[in-house]
């Protein structure tokens, strides 16, 4: 296949990338060889150089092994983005096992659901998801054997390791955990072992994580990123951002860990660059954010289109000195033109867009940062990554210039399939591509369009409706802050269209005027057919917009009344 975008490449960025054999692991190696006293990470103020962190992973290793891990074992790691998180991800690498990666607001039947399929065995977790969860449930989760449990003050420094319990308690994130068989304390492990030296063979194909999917349209599936797959998604990162000073920049560690954008360009992406990640457990404290920012003069900042936003209405936000960051890096949904220029001009830095899933580990398309960036685009293929787009009805005919279709990917950050589930694997790899279920169209130059998901678009009167091409339209209102458009039953045209819109503070607008502005926009039939104020739309732990449960939230209203025309909702300050 002709690589044509890779005209559109910076210079320096490579067309072709291909895995080197290395792991993540020999690229913090690499990093601890040439910057061992460099900060690793930071937790307020408490900080670790690389070869500290080094240290406590290989001891963690071997405590681990003690605990039964070994190669192809599964072990969860459940904790918000801390230095432990790091520890014990690296530490399970280390010994070949498999990192589960949990989520922390999961709820039971998620936590029983993700462990039984997988099969964890360890679980490392925090005092207070242990106590008030974990522990409530063990008899669900009969593979669990081993539990080690951490305080997020372990790692703060003193005095806050002291003052934090109070405050934490109050928030139940802190509880004194009981002495009792099968369960040990992170800090002690680490103090009691001597570092691990053993290596086991670990090969390019062995599975490194089992990284499950969201569950929002179905069961929730483990996809089985490999050692190559992880490894060379952060090397596509460092590539793509050849400005990168290696060894001195400085990362906001803001996108979970749990998340596989967050554990590729916020953990093995800094490692491999040997930058000093500023870590920040709770990404919604927005004031935490831009502290950080100021505190230590962060230069990278991977994020969400949501936390951009946040950041540009921050209070006094233009009085702040933010100029320090240099390279942003934008997924996970859409980054509107006017929050990304507000951001730009306030810090002086280049946001690129990109895109990817958790089936490609995640990242396969990103816009440059110097050369061409098309607004609305994800950007371009990545280095050594080939795409296609086919036909919905067969996914076998490949279709041209901007004609709308399945994205298929084919690179070296690839799944290798789904745990367990060979049926769903069969469904998603096909001959080595990987269809996403996205629906999108090229452009003549690469540059590749998302307009939306085969399981949201809508079905409205015979035609194809894109929730996010409608979504775009209500952002672009000056009075609009947030806007998410689902389809739901409808006995006439199968589904009609509505949108559910957060106004901007201090802004007003009414139904009456929305619809004016999108009958200017939008051709008839992808015109809402009613639009519902909110005060906030509901979210993911990565920002994202859960359209699936305000959809669930309509049918549930549907049930019991019906809908009303959209002339009698009532518009919100």
Known sequence: MERFWTKHYDEDVPADLTHDGRTVLDNLDQSV??????PACTLKGKTLS?????????????ALSKLGVKKDSRVSVWM?????????????????????NTNPLYVEREIEHQYNDAGVSVVVTCDFLWMYRLKL??????????????????????????????????????VKVPREANVHYFKELIAQNQPWTAKPPITPDDVAVLQYTGGTTGVSKGAMLTHCNIAVNAQQCLAWFPRVELGREVLLACLPYFHSFGMTVSMNFPVLAGAHVVLTPNPRDIADLVNSITKYRVTLFPAVPALFLAINNYPDIDKTDISCVKFCFSGSAPLPLDVLERFEKLTGSKITEGFGLTETSPVSHVNPLFKVRKPG????PMSGTDVKIVDIETGEKELGVNQEGEL??????????????????????????????????????????????????????????YPDEIDNVL???????????????????????????????????????????????????????????LDALPKSTMMKILRREL??????????????PAAEQQPSA
């Open 33 to 38: 060889s040439r910057w061992p006293n460099q």
């Open 50 to 62: 690389y070869r500290e962190l080094k240290d406590q992973i290989d001891r963690f290793a071997s």
């Open 80 to 100: 918000p983005n801390l230095p432990q998180t790091i520890i014990a991800s690296y530490a399970t690498f280390k010994l070949g096992a498999q990192v589960v």
């Open 137 to 174: 449930m063990m008899s669900k989760v009969p593979t669990v054997k081993q539990v080690v449990v951490t305080s997020i003050p372990d790692y703060l420094p003193f005095p806050l390791n002291l003052l934090a319990p109070l405050k934490l308690k109050k928030t139940k994130q802190y």
């Open 377 to 380: 685009s994800v950007g371009i």
């Open 408 to 465: 298929c990917i084919k690179g070296p950050q690839v799944m290798k399939g789904y745990w367990n589930r060979p049926d769903e694997t069969a469904k998603m790899i096909k001959d080595g591509w990987c269809y996403t279920g996205d629906l999108a169209k090229m452009d003549d130059d690469g540059y590749t369009y998302i307009v939306g998901r085969k399981k949201e678009m809508i079905l409205s009167g015979g035609y194809n409706v």
């Open 475 to 533: 952002f672009a209102h000056p009075a609009v802050l947030e806007a998410a458009s689902i389809g739901v039953p409808d006995e006439r045209r199968g589904e009609s269209i509505k949108s559910f819109v957060v106004l901007k503070p201090g802004s007003q607008a009414t139904v009456d005027e929305i619809m004016a502005f999108c009958k200017k926009e939008l051709a008839a039939y992808k015109v809402p057919k009613a639009i519902e104020f």
């Open 551 to 564: 959809k669930d939230r309509e049918l549930a209203k549907m049930k019991t009344q019906p809908p009303k």
